[in-house]
């Protein structure tokens, strides 16, 4: 899961995708000395309360010879899976749009960050969107209260 081979970030997060939905191939070796393999699940998404969650605010990140700070990042069992930036709420000039243009940013400066992302959360304080990697601005929707 640390190196996930495919020609682009889009390619690479889908691949990890799969992965985390299906399980990953792992060989181990059974008490007798025989090898065997089996589906490891890397995320348990029936009973969630068993994983390791994890909030950081401003997560910096160098790649490249760029280093970027995300507002929050999401970790699930030691995985990225989201990432969230906030815009000021007292800067009027400050917008929800302006936050999904930072991630798209930090997409291409720092592309090893999403290969694992699920979510991508944008708000400017008064409102915010959910959206996936390169599904664009028309599909970060308006998160929605629960009624």
């Not at 995708?17 to 181990?28: K, Q, S």
């Not at 000395?33 to 950081?56: H, K, M, N, T, Y």
């Not at 970790?75 to 936050?99: Q, R």
Request: glycine share 6%.
């Amino acid at each position: 899961m640390l190196r996930v081979e495919a020609p682009n970030l889009i390619a690479r997060n889908r691949a990890l995708h799969r992965m985390l939905v299906d399980g990953v191939n792992v060989e181990y070796t059974r008490s007798d000395g025989s090898i065997a393999g089996a589906q490891a699940q890397v995320v348990d998404f029936e009973r969630p309360e068993r994983d390791d969650w994890l909030a950081v605010n401003q997560f910096t990140i160098v790649e490249e010879q760029q280093s970027r700070r995300a507002d929050i990042v999401i970790f699930v069992n030691g995985l990225p899976l989201g990432v969230v930036e906030l815009k000021n709420p007292a800067d009027e000039g400050a917008t929800v749009w302006n936050a999904v243009q930072q991630l798209e940013n930090y997409q291409t400066l720092i592309p090893a960050l999403f290969t694992y992302n699920a979510a991508l959360i944008a708000s400017d304080g008064a409102q915010a969107r959910i959206g996936a990697l390169g599904a664009g601005k028309e599909w970060f929707k308006p998160w929605r209260q629960r009624p």
